[in-house]
């Protein structure tokens, strides 16, 4: 059964960071993508990094590039992201998510097929 299951969440003021952790189990972790997303109030989820399984490959939105910083450990099969210089508008649930073993594509939105529950980030004076 895949399990994913995020942490780290929180308020903060703008400026500030927050690290996020996602502890996976179920897969094969090694051979999987792996992706943040996030879901504002009233918007849709959006991808906003991942990492492929194959080394090397890394994808950020424009809107948190620069700021975010994705990472994976295989051997603790977690996956993080540091998030740095927070804004309101990073206000969200995030989301871990994984793709079915062996994909390239860890930059498609639309080809993942498990997420986490989520844990909210509040950016707020």
């Not at 993508?33 to 492929?52: C, D, K, M, T, V």
């Not at 210089?85 to 989301?95: G, I, N, R, S």
Request: glycine share 12%.
């Amino acid at each position: 059964q895949v399990r994913l299951v995020e942490s780290g969440g929180g308020l903060v003021q703008p400026g500030d960071s927050l690290s996020l952790s996602c502890e996976a189990s179920g897969f094969e972790f090694e051979r999987a993508g792996l992706g943040w997303f996030r879901q504002a109030p009233g918007a849709e989820r959006e991808l906003i990094a991942a990492i492929g399984w194959y080394g090397g490959g890394i994808y950020y939105a424009d809107a948190v590039k620069d700021r975010f910083t994705i990472s994976r450990d295989n051997r603790e099969q977690k996956v993080y992201l540091q998030m740095n210089d927070l804004k309101p508008a990073d206000t969200a649930k995030y989301y871990c998510a994984k793709q079915p073993r062996g994909r390239m594509d860890y930059y498609s939105a639309g080809r993942y097929d498990s997420w986490g529950q989520g844990t909210e980030v509040t950016v707020s004076l």
